[in-house]
């Protein structure tokens, strides 16, 4: 008799054990509802070559898509393109580039649409013609309404061409005296203004199906001129920066706004490097102290500002390591040079995968809600 009640308690701790090994294999919780193993981040599964294509972006030259650039996409090593006034003829011609480059057949898990960018901004910045029909300085004098409006008027422009990303709204404070100011790029002179009324254009934006880039992070309206033609310092305090020009972006992402432009300017009181490349800005600033989860972007990595910083092998590293999510390069050479640097260190383990993946997940995921 006892041998047998031995024997029976036995075999119910080899089902016991049995029960909570099947727990841990399969997500079963004993007496509970099945749950479901964690799935692998689709970042986590794609060899290098493609896990640093979601991090990359490139423009066209013309209309025509070279073989290259081709076989980049259906390769998988680009997330998506910038287009320009030159891809847009017209309208129908840049419906149909568009529509060829999302055709092109990539790799099962990077099937969602590519990203395709414009600089919609208004005013002298255009890549096409319709709205917005006002400059940014003239959506934030006519108030938040009127902003919102041309957001939507925005959208219902790109939508039908294919577009699906406008690096816009601007959300620099207007300095007088500054190159944001006197061009009109800028909303308005106070943070307070750039809130109410760029705030409202992306969400008009993103309510009609395009996503919204607030620009240029931390902030680019002390700069005397344009970082595509000068390097800038902005010679602002850390008090300044986060009280007056970080703050539209507080409300931007507190709007559930979906990108936002690093800028390749120099803020000594933060870092020694441009912004896109420095991780106290791109990691510490906007995602530490503003909370952003959304997707960053450089602003052109070929531009006057970051040419002493190295050539598009280097600019992609510094900005990689920075935490910027997404590397924009205006030409498909620059891109691919750093694809190879940034293949290579990921290969050789000199970049952590793990903070690369998290990059590429955002930009995925982005793409993943993009129709």
């Known amino acids: 008799m006892e041998r047998a009640k031995r024997r029976r308690r036995l075999v119910a701790l ?8 099947a727990a841990f294999v399969f997500g079963t919780r004993l007496g509970g509802p099945t749950v ?9 599964t794609l060899p290098a070559p493609q ?3 979601q991090r990359l972006l490139t423009g066209i030259q013309g209309t025509a898509i070279s073989s290259r650039l081709r076989a980049a996409i259906a390769e998988g090593r680009l997330s998506g393109v910038v287009l320009f006034a030159e891809n847009f003829p017209s309208r129908t011609v840049g419906r149909e580039l568009i529509a060829s480059l999302q055709r092109i057949r990539r790799p099962r898990p990077l099937r969602d649409p590519l990203l395709i960018m414009v600089d919609q901004e208004g005013g002298e910045v255009k890549r096409v013609d319709g709205p917005p029909v006002a400059s ?3 959506m934030g004098a006519r108030g938040p309404t009127f902003s919102r409006q041309q957001g939507a008027a925005t959208a219902a422009n790109l939508r039908p061409l294919g577009v699906n990303v406008d690096l816009a709204p601007v959300l620099d404070v207007a300095r007088p005296g500054g190159v944001i100011a006197s061009t009109e790029r800028g909303f308005g002179p106070t943070a307070a203004r750039v809130s109410a009324t760029a705030v409202p254009f992306a969400q ?4 009609g199906g395009v996503a919204a880039t607030a620009k240029h992070f931390p902030g680019l309206g002390a700069a005397a001129e344009n970082t595509d033609f000068a390097a800038q310092r902005i010679g602002l305090s850390k008090r300044q920066l986060r009280a007056v020009d970080e703050a539209p972006y507080r409300a931007f ?3 559930g706004g979906k990108l936002v432009m690093l800028s390749t300017a120099i803020y000594p009181a933060l870092s020694p490097a441009p912004a896109a490349f420095s991780r106290v800005i791109a990691t510490g600033e906007l ?3 503003l909370g952003f989860r959304g997707v960053s972007v450089t602003d052109a990595l070929e531009s006057v500002a970051v040419r002493s910083f190295g050539g598009p092998a280097a600019a992609g590293l510094a900005a990689a390591r920075a935490g910027t999510d997404l590397l924009l390069f205006t030409d498909l050479s620059a891109a691919e040079a750093a694809s190879r640097a940034l293949v290579a260190r990921l290969r050789s383990r000199r970049l952590p995968r793990s903070a690369f993946e998290a990059s590429a997940q955002r930009v995925l995921d982005l793409r993943a809600g993009l129709r």
């Open 253 to 255: 992402v507190a709007a």
């Open 204 to 207: 008009g934006l993103q309510a």
């Open 51 to 53: 896990l640093v294509g």
């Open 14 to 21: 080899v089902v016991l054990i049995a029960a909570v090994a």
């Open 287 to 289: 995602r530490g102290r």
């Open 36 to 44: 479901p193993a964690p799935r692998p981040s689709v970042a986590s």
């Open 136 to 138: 940014a300085a003239q």
